[in-house]
């Protein structure tokens, strides 16, 4: 089965500090090891040694065993070649001038640095040159009558049977150094290769020609049938049926470091396609000093006939193996997929050890879990049967599993059942008892009694959260609130508030404000604030005195919701904010009406706060001793122009302009700021001759834009009042040109009579003003100075302005 989380299982074999490891699997099956200080190790399939050679005093370069597993070959950097045999006497030794990087043992066949050794019938050695001239061959792997190995320049495959080379695969990345990216070769079959070399994968397939194609070329030839590209470094190549394992060298990029780094190397399994491939899995291997090693430190053999995978490397050598049945029924049960791990195992007859009783233990739990879903339906309203099956559960040890299929409805079972069930968990499972405490109605068990078995356990274990929380559940089921807010409180636990609300424990509270505020400030301030009828201000102010910080953030917050209602206490926040919260002693002070303004002076005064001393002395009117403090203690002009401006006193500004005349900062501001408030004439006449003022030019050249300025709103002012003066003149000439209504309701404003006569034949003359005032003309006065122009008389004592008659009518 493959459902497994990884297709490969892997476990470290055996750890050497080794250099080298070549594997030939023979019908014992044991490995040859060769390190570094010149000594091979043989092994066993489980690791355990066997024999150990002394060969050379530097490293070995390769081993090679024959198919028999009789014969060893050894090559070393000294230039040393040996062969001989395991159980035999013979043997063959060869000195060279140059290190031996390759040697491969086949039958009576040895190859070394593409030299070929035959035995003839005369048991004496023949050797014949494969090639020569291309620097160092760093593999070999024959299969069948083909060689193929590689060099700096690439691969090339020989045909033994015809001695004829038949190919030449050239390297790809020739960027890479190839002593540290070696190339990496396997035969699939026997004329399948494949090629691995940097990140780069050929598949090759070696080809009979056809008679007519023959004429000088070789027999055969090679056909690349897939070329393609990976993400990584390529350090080992096997065969796994028609897909790939790979082993990759991987190299990361680091998100705090520019450079990259190495990671740990990568098993995979790759499905080849003519231009690419497909992941089938990837598997990440854990081994020594993975962070120091290189590409070429890595190998990767298998074992032809078996899935066995073997990665070698400095350090650690680890084995890896297809899963099976018993990988894939482990994986099974670790997702607790039980019942499908169950059937496997029963359908397959396997028998895993202790794998098989744990599937059956966990069979037994799901049959036990149906069999109580079962109850529910077979025993239905039966509460006789259902005690017995209960006791039943219990003779087998397996209360708990029932507990969840009670019933809890209209139906029930005694008390003592449930309390049986309960006392069952309280045992063992204390998350178990308080989900059932949650879940379980309190009318089903006897309250009390398991009160009572908690606080029991609660001796041996006074600070168990759960069970506290559970007992705090009890006793608010038991309506004893306090004692379940004495637990809340202590525990901290985020319900105590919803608690005190539901249930209305106000009163309860009142001596324990301190341990709500401890708990959660903003939630029990809020709490209080909300809730003032029922915890009066002063109630809360006086459990709060001992706790000056906690007082302050309540009588803040009461503050902030109305400046009113804590005006009694205004006088001990002032302290209260210099000693907490300063940042909105200033904002305070401001929105105030209730504050004693000597008293705030007093504490500012005392902790040197100079921003709130200036407040208070210009709200108690001193505002030139404020206005000293701002130049003399703050030093900012910029914020003295502004308390200036704000208190618009032509004083303050001339003793601004006196603290400033001789510091050139201050002037360069002034004239800055000055000039909408006061005529900059009279600071430019006050600047002392030869005076360095830094900034004067652009400050002369702002005062001069801010005259023009002023001069062009004067104008435009001037323009809009004489336009809307003229236009409220036509209007008014228009309004008084228009006629005027005279009739017998109207009166004389000097006799007070009736401005007509009532009889309407006799004759008469009225005289009607602008002002709409109406007189008799024998009641009017004479005219004044100028001849023949009339003056309304309650007008001109008014002093509205005269009004001229504009009508007189006579009869």
């Given at each position: 089965q493959k459902d497994a989380a990884s297709y490969f299982k892997c476990h470290c074999l055996r750890t050497f500090d080794i250099f080298n490891i070549n594997l030939r699997f023979i019908p014992f099956q044991f490995l040859a090891l060769g390190t570094h200080f010149g000594k091979v190790f043989l092994l066993d399939i489980q690791g355990n040694l066997t024999q150990k050679f002394e060969i050379s005093p530097v490293k070995i370069n390769q081993i090679s065993l024959d198919e028999s597993g009789e014969h060893m070959g050894i090559c070393s950097e000294d230039g040393k070649v040996q062969v001989f045999g395991l159980y035999t006497r013979e043997g063959f030794h060869e000195n060279f001038d140059c290190p031996v990087k390759v040697i491969y043992v086949r039958g009576g066949i040895l190859i070394y640095?593409?030299?070929?050794?035959?035995?003839?019938?005369?048991?004496?050695?023949?050797?014949?040159?494969?090639?020569?001239?291309?620097?160092?061959?760093?593999?070999?792997?024959?299969?069948?009558?083909?060689?193929?190995?590689?060099?700096?320049?690439?691969?090339?495959?020989?045909?033994i049977s015809t001695k004829q080379r038949i190919t030449n695969v050239l390297r790809d990345n020739v960027s890479?150094?190839?002593?540290?990216?070696?190339?990496?070769?396997?035969?699939?079959?026997?004329?399948?290769?494949?090629?691995?070399?940097?990140?780069?994968?050929?598949?090759?397939?070696?080809?009979?020609?056809?008679?007519?194609?023959?004429?000088?070329?070789?027999?055969?030839?090679?056909?690349?049938?897939?070329?393609?590209?990976?993400?990584?470094?390529?350090?080992?190549?096997?065969?796994?049926?028609?897909?790939?394992?790979?082993?990759?060298?991987?190299?990361?990029?680091s998100d705090?470091?520019?450079?990259?780094?190495r990671a740990r190397p990568c098993l995979d399994i790759i499905q080849p396609l003519p231009e690419g491939y497909e992941e089938i899995s990837s598997d990440a291997l854990t081994v020594r000093n993975f962070q120091e090693n290189e590409c070429r430190d890595y190998r990767l053999e298998h074992s032809e006939g078996e899935s066995l995978y073997y990665i070698i490397s400095p350090k650690d050598i680890v084995v890896a193996k297809e899963r099976d049945q018993d990988d894939h029924i482990d994986w099974l049960l670790d997702k607790k997929k039980y019942e499908v791990g169950v059937i496997i195992i029963q359908s397959s007859r396997l028998h895993v050890g202790t794998l098989y009783f744990a599937a059956i233990y966990h069979l037994c739990s799901v049959l036990m879990h149906y069999n109580c879903?079962?109850?529910?339906?077979?025993?239905?309203?039966?509460?006789?049967?259902?005690?017995?099956?209960?006791?039943?559960?219990?003779?087998?040890?397996?209360?708990?599993?029932?507990?969840?299929?009670?019933?809890?409805?209209?139906?029930?079972?005694?008390?003592?059942?449930y309390e049986m069930i309960l006392h069952e968990f309280l045992k063992s499972d204390y998350e178990g008892f308080a989900t059932l405490i949650r879940e379980w109605p309190g009318e089903l068990y006897n309250n009390m009694t398991i009160v009572q078995a908690v606080t029991d356990h609660l001796k041996k274990d006074p600070m168990n959260s759960t069970l506290l929380t559970t007992l705090a559940e009890l006793y608010t089921y038991d309506q004893r609130y306090d004692r379940a807010l004495e637990i809340y409180l202590r525990l901290r636990h985020k319900d105590v508030y919803q608690l005190i609300h539901k249930h209305d424990l106000f009163s309860s509270i009142e001596d324990k404000i301190v341990l709500l505020m401890d708990f959660d400030k903003e939630k029990a301030v809020?709490?209080?604030?909300?809730?003032?009828?029922?915890?009066?201000?002063?109630?809360?102010?006086?459990?709060?005195?001992?706790?000056?910080?906690?007082?302050?953030?309540?009588?803040?917050?009461?503050?902030?919701?109305?400046?009113?209602?804590?005006?009694?206490?205004?006088?001990?926040?002032?302290?209260?904010?210099?000693?907490?919260?300063?940042?909105?002693?200033?904002?305070?002070?401001?929105?105030?009406?209730?504050?004693?303004?000597?008293?705030?002076?007093?504490?500012?005064?005392?902790?040197?706060?100079?921003?709130?001393?200036v407040f208070l002395l210009s709200r108690m009117g001193n505002c030139r001793r404020a206005l000293q403090m701002i130049m003399e203690e703050l030093e900012d002009v910029d914020k003295a122009i502004e308390f200036a401006k704000e208190q618009d006193d032509a004083e303050l500004w001339e003793d601004l302009i006196s603290y400033s005349i001789d510091k050139p900062p201050f002037i360069t501001g002034l004239l800055n700021n000055i000039?909408?408030?006061?005529?900059?004439?009279?600071?430019?006449?006050?600047?002392?001759?030869?005076?360095?003022?830094?900034?004067?030019?652009?400050?002369?050249?702002?005062?001069?834009?801010?005259?023009?300025?002023?001069?062009?709103?004067?104008?435009?002012?001037?323009?809009?009042?004489?336009?809307?003066?003229?236009?409220?003149?036509?209007?008014?000439?228009?309004?008084?040109?228009?006629?005027?209504?005279?009739?017998?309701?109207?009166?004389?404003?000097?006799?007070?009579?009736?401005?007509?006569?009532?009889?309407?034949?006799?004759?008469?003359?009225?005289?009607?003003?602008?002002?709409?005032?109406?007189?008799?003309?024998?009641?009017?006065?004479?005219?004044?100075?100028?001849?023949?122009?009339?003056?309304?008389?309650?007008c001109s004592a008014k002093r509205r302005g005269p009004g001229s008659g504009i009508l007189e009518m006579k009869k």
């Open positions: 640095s593409l030299l070929l050794y035959e035995k003839n019938w005369l048991n004496r050695w023949k050797t014949s040159t494969l090639h020569e001239g291309e620097g160092t061959i760093t593999n070999v792997q024959w299969r069948a009558n083909l060689i193929a190995w590689a060099n700096n320049m690439g691969v090339k495959i020989y045909d890479l150094r190839p002593d540290m990216y070696p190339c990496s070769l396997c035969w699939k079959d026997n004329s399948t290769l494949i090629i691995g070399w940097g990140s780069s994968i050929k598949i090759c397939v070696v080809k009979e020609r056809g008679h007519t194609e023959l004429r000088d070329l070789p027999s055969r030839y090679v056909e690349i049938v897939s070329a393609f590209e990976t993400e990584f470094f390529i350090s080992g190549l096997a065969p796994l049926a028609d897909q790939l394992v790979t082993l990759y060298f991987v190299k990361e990029n705090h470091m520019e450079e990259e780094f879903r079962k109850c529910q339906k077979v025993l239905g309203k039966n509460m006789e049967l259902w005690e017995n099956e209960v006791y039943r559960f219990k003779t087998i040890g397996q209360l708990k599993a029932i507990s969840q299929y009670l019933p809890r409805g209209d139906l029930r079972l005694r008390p003592a059942i809020d709490m209080l604030l909300d809730n003032e009828d029922k915890i009066l201000i002063d109630r809360v102010v006086e459990e709060l005195r001992d706790r000056p910080e906690l007082l302050h953030i309540y009588l803040h917050k009461l503050f902030k919701r109305d400046h009113h209602k804590g005006q009694r206490y205004h006088e001990r926040q002032i302290g209260l904010y210099a000693e907490y919260d300063r940042p909105n002693l200033l904002p305070f002070l401001r929105d105030s009406i209730h504050c004693p303004l000597e008293k705030a002076l007093e504490i500012c005064q005392e902790r040197n706060f100079v921003e709130e001393t000039g909408t408030h006061v005529d900059p004439i009279l600071l430019i006449h006050r600047i002392k001759e030869g005076m360095e003022i830094p900034n004067l030019r652009d400050s002369l050249v702002k005062i001069l834009q801010d005259y023009n300025l002023q001069i062009l709103l004067r104008e435009g002012c001037k323009k809009i009042l004489v336009a809307d003066s003229l236009s409220l003149l036509q209007k008014m000439h228009r309004t008084q040109m228009r006629g005027v209504r005279v009739d017998e309701e109207n009166i004389c404003e000097s006799c007070h009579a009736s401005i007509l006569p009532s009889d309407m034949a006799q004759n008469f003359s009225v005289v009607v003003f602008h002002c709409r005032h109406m007189f008799h003309k024998e009641c009017l006065p004479s005219p004044g100075t100028i001849p023949g122009v009339q003056f309304c008389n309650i």
